[in-house]
């Protein structure tokens, strides 16, 4: 199976990370890659990539890079496929960094971007654009937010039984 989703990381350190991104599309089985890329040290390496990642098949391309965090942008610059960023928190700034570099894009070259080490929610946005053209995946993505819904609403039952001397509910 080829894969439709590609999650490039600027170091393998950045692997727990996104690791989230990666669980998530196995449940909702999504074909995807993973790859380490640097923008700074394998500059070659990434252009090449961006270029020929529509021509192999993939429809969205997860980004996550820290400190300078060039990455993202550097493969939207090269690609019209949809970029999303993910910006790593790092040991200075805290991911700020980051945040502010993928977020702070020319015009004309978007990254959409999420959460500082919100890869999980690159994950999901990544098949919400997938499943505006697969009836199937949109049908799983559709039961992945009821069973989040139904999880606060247990959850909020489960606060009903919890016991406090001035506790009114």
Known sequence: MKPIVSIIMG???DLPVMEKAAKLLD?????FEMNALSAHRTPEAVEEFAKNAAGRGIKVIIAA???AAALPGVIAASTTLPVIGVPIKGAVLDGVDALYSIIQMPPGIPVATVAINGAMNAAILAVQIIALSDAELATKFAGYKTSLKNKIVKANEELKEV???YKTN
């Open 11 to 13: 170091s393998t350190s």
């Open 27 to 31: 449940e909702m089985q999504v074909p």
């Open 65 to 67: 890079a820290g400190m």
């Open 163 to 165: 016991k406090y001397t």
